[in-house]
């Protein structure tokens, strides 16, 4: 996951100061729900080289999704509340893990591999929809111009 987070945060930085912020957060927010699909299919793979494989990409990708909203919110929000912004993020995710983790490790008990890496893998796609959904693109371009415009 390590890794991902330094490819990504370059792959991020890189993007926006091409694209601007939004339209090359979309993006990359498409591009990693994509990557993260192949997760469903690991407990299929059979040969235990694939299934790490499989594992490796996945984790890749997760640190993608957390660059990915920090850059994000970083954007979006005043830069006033950075510490407030990291400190939800870094919460939610561990919050998220704990609430996850009874479901996974029951399905891995009852040696239900197959629902458990089609759950891990829609998570990611389920999130993005409803970020993109929820998202006023427009709204919070302007909001942020106006923020950056005011001295």
């Not at 987070?5 to 979309?26: S, V």
Request: hydrophobic share 60%; glycine share 10%.
């Amino acid at each position: 996951m390590e890794a991902g987070f330094f490819f990504w945060g370059w792959a991020a930085d890189r993007l926006i100061a091409r694209r601007g912020w939004l339209p090359a957060l979309r993006s990359l927010f498409v591009a990693l729900a994509v990557l993260s699909l192949p997760l469903a299919f690991a407990g299929r793979l059979g040969a235990l080289a694939l299934v790490l494989g499989a594992l490796s990409l996945a984790l890749f990708v997760v640190g993608g999704f957390f660059v990915a909203a920090l850059a994000y919110g970083t954007n979006a929000l005043p830069t006033a509340q950075s510490g407030r912004l990291t400190g939800l993020a870094s919460g939610s995710w561990s919050l998220l893990t704990a609430v996850t983790m009874p479901l996974f490790g029951r399905l891995f008990d009852a040696h239900c591999y197959n629902a458990a890496f089609a759950i891990a893998a829609a998570a990611p796609l389920v999130g993005f929809v409803g970020w993109w959904i929820l998202n006023p693109c427009n709204q919070l371009a302007k909001d942020r111009d106006r923020r950056m415009a005011i001295p």
